[in-house]
């Protein structure tokens, strides 16, 4: 019976899956800053093992590249 109920399982996933045009894909609605972001974040603890987070942008400042002869 346990065989037969493993068997019923497999068939049905598979006509799910086969009926599924598109793999369905969890994607984050904000996306992730680039590297040329910067933040500040600032945390503080709260009871129960929590933070509360509070994260701001900052402007960045501009890279410098050094060359040297030699």
């Not at 992730?32 to 701001?56: E, H, I």
């Amino acid at each position: 019976m346990r065989c037969l109920n493993l068997i019923a399982a497999l068939l049905l996933a598979a006509a799910a899956s086969a009926c599924a045009p598109n793999p369905i894909i969890a994607r984050d609605p904000v996306p992730a800053p680039g590297p040329a972001d910067v933040y500040a974040c600032d945390s503080k603890p709260l009871p129960l093992n929590t933070f509360m987070t509070d994260c701001r942008p900052v402007p960045a400042s501009p890279q410098v590249v050094l060359r040297a002869r030699g």
